[in-house]
């Protein structure tokens, strides 16, 4: 069995957050398995109950951590991620971009993060499809209440946006990040991707950090901070491809409804 985790990091509902991320790692079972061991003792080393890039700023304060020592204690996390050989996946998209589309584009493809858990399941399905793999994907997501229903909803409908992405996915769960610590190394993911792309809008340069984590993912492209990055362009491009595909899906589900039905 394949588990993937995943966090987020900004929402489409707040102003102020101009780019919703939704990025994580996959990988199959007995591979997550050596990665948490080291990880539990990296945070046993440095005295955390867990990584969570939000509070480790502040924690950082408190023991006067100055800003060196702390981003060396996040590189040997990050080593730790490219030791377990985890493949990162993520997408980013301009909150600004998606509250300007079409009515009818937003009811086909909904609210930001829904788009994100679309597009998240089709690279790993893809991904799945080249390595010829059969095995199933459980997708773990961080126990954040105010997404869990909607989340719970996106996997009932998946199937209508993205078929293979729903028979690729044995189950959905939700869960704390201090006990399942791979949806740590997720958080570090997403939280860093969306700092770097705030940094692009003020053209400044990629820090280290996202060097070291983004040049793991599949297809790395610098310019492109998590792997699917979609602002105005990428929607111009890509959405009338995507909608063929929606369309053509729908056909398929009906003709198969009629079918049953028929016989």
Known sequence: MFYSFFDDSGKESIHTADFPVLAGYLAHERYWTAFVQNWRHLLLRHGLPMLHMKDLVGIAQERDWDATRRNNVVSEFIEVIKDAKLIGFGVA?????????????????????????????????????????????????????EFARRRLGLFHTLGRFNRRGAERCAGIMFADAERYIPLQAADLLAWTTRRELMLRTKKLQPSNRYRELFAALPYYDPEY??????????????????????????AASLAAKAERVST
């Open 225 to 250: 901070a998590a792997g699917e990055f979609w602002d105005q362009g990428e929607i111009d491009r890509e959405f009338p491809k995507i909608e063929a595909e929606y369309e053509a899906a729908k």
């Open 93 to 145: 998209v301009d909150s600004e971009v998606w509250r300007g589309l079409s009515d009818a584009r937003r009811k086909a493809f909904g609210n930001a993060q829904k788009f994100c858990f679309s597009r998240i399941m089709r690279r790993i399905s893809d991904r799945l499809d080249l390595a010829r793999e059969t095995e199933s994907v459980t997708v773990v997501f961080d126990q954040d209440f």
